[in-house]
């Protein structure tokens, strides 16, 4: 990725934990994806084997997926870790069961966690936000132990593309936030050293009656614009008409604007004892319909 390609991807952290920060009042309301997209990445763990003594569930928001993780491993510690406390204050209170939930804030590239703590990492729709990914999966195989798992989804390219092109008639400047695509992500679990990755994609599509909906759901997530190089002057008027201009030309026959959300999910395993430090030489990428096969045929 050359400098320019960094600058695009590039976040402002400081703002974005102070947009999450804010988004607690109105997280549940438009979470709709982080829980659909939540549920589906816990069923993959199925396709596995698992009794987990320790999770890293890195995402956790405000508990509403956390839960579902304690209720299908009712043994296990769960250690809550997110971007901004809010999000993890909120998801301690979630349930008064939930109360024993360990609750972290930091950075997925300095986990506070000790070598090889964890059995399970779940991260749902929380890796978006770093721009590098390879030192984030260098901390998760740190933290793994040996025959420890990997499970996360994130945002692909496509999100939000309807919104991406029409701002791009109004103005030259980055206004909706970048995302790694598959093959980066692939290379980034390659080069830190995970074993036996896995990835599929599949693409949902939301709708909405008028644009503004979504920019009040993107505000009440903490996913505004939080890109380093996002113009820093206010909008104008005669800019945001054309936005709305430009994203009415994408109506729907039924009335409504679509919303893409490209969702990419994958697993893949910490080094076994035997392995070491030991690489693997690719990422296996299939698609959602053959993994389901898979399972199918598991049972």
Known sequence: MG????????????LL???????????????????????????????????PAVILDLGC?????????????????????????????????????????????????????ANASCDLIFSNLLLQWSADLAPVFTEFRRVLKPGGVLFFSTLGPDTLSELRQSWRMADSHSHVNAFLDLHDIGDSLVRAGLS?????????????????GLLRDLKDLGASNVITNRSRGLTGQARW????????????????LPVTCEVIYGHAWGPSAEQGHSRESGVAVFSLDRLRQGLRKSR
């Open 17 to 51: 934990r102070q947009a999450l920060q804010r988004a607690v009042l109105h997280y549940d309301r438009a979470a709709v994806v982080q829980r659909e997209v939540g549920k589906r990445l816990l069923e993959r763990l199925e396709l596995i084997d698992l009794k």
């Open 241 to 256: 008409r054309a936005v709305r201009a430009a994203y009415e030309k994408l109506r729907r026959p039924d009335g409504l």
């Open 196 to 212: 036996g990755p896995v990835m599929d994609v599949e693409r949902l599509t939301l709708t909405y009656p008028q644009v503004d």
């Open 3 to 14: 400098d320019a390609e960094r600058l695009v991807f590039a976040v402002d952290r400081a």
């Open 61 to 113: 928001g405000t508990g509403a997926i956390t839960t579902l993780l304690f209720k299908k491993y009712r043994r296990a510690h769960v250690i809550g870790f997110d971007l901004a406390s809010a999000l993890v204050v909120a998801a301690r209170k979630r349930a008064p069961w939930l109360r024993s939930l360990h609750g972290v804030v930091g950075e997925p590239e300095s986990l506070p966690l």
